[in-house]
């Protein structure tokens, strides 16, 4: 008998889960400020909405949005459709 956490890995694989997709918050450039920020936020009774940036494009942003710009923590970028059709592009 499988277990429920086996029938959920198997699930996930069918659909092509992923669950570290490319997005503003696991990017390189993503900040939600200093903790001295985040800290004032709180005592405050704000969000952090305010304080979710893009340090690259310098603008509010969210964590689920995404933009060309994207890289991982190692500075990866993805690659993009105009890159795919030259491969001589740099």
Do not use: H
């Not at 450039?29 to 304080?51: D, I, N």
Request: a negative charge; aromatic letters at 8%; hydrophobic letters at 20%.
């Amino acid at each position: 008998m499988t277990t429920s956490t086996e029938r959920e890995e198997r699930r996930k694989r069918e659909q092509g889960y992923d669950p570290d997709i490319a997005r503003c918050g696991n990017c390189l450039y993503f900040t939600m400020g200093t903790e001295q920020e985040r800290a004032r936020a709180r005592k405050r009774g704000y969000g952090f909405s305010a304080l979710q940036r893009c340090t690259f494009g310098d603008f509010n942003t969210t964590p689920v949005g995404i933009c060309d710009e994207w890289r991982n923590r190692a500075g990866e970028r993805l690659q993009t459709t105009d890159e795919e059709a030259d491969p001589c592009a740099e």
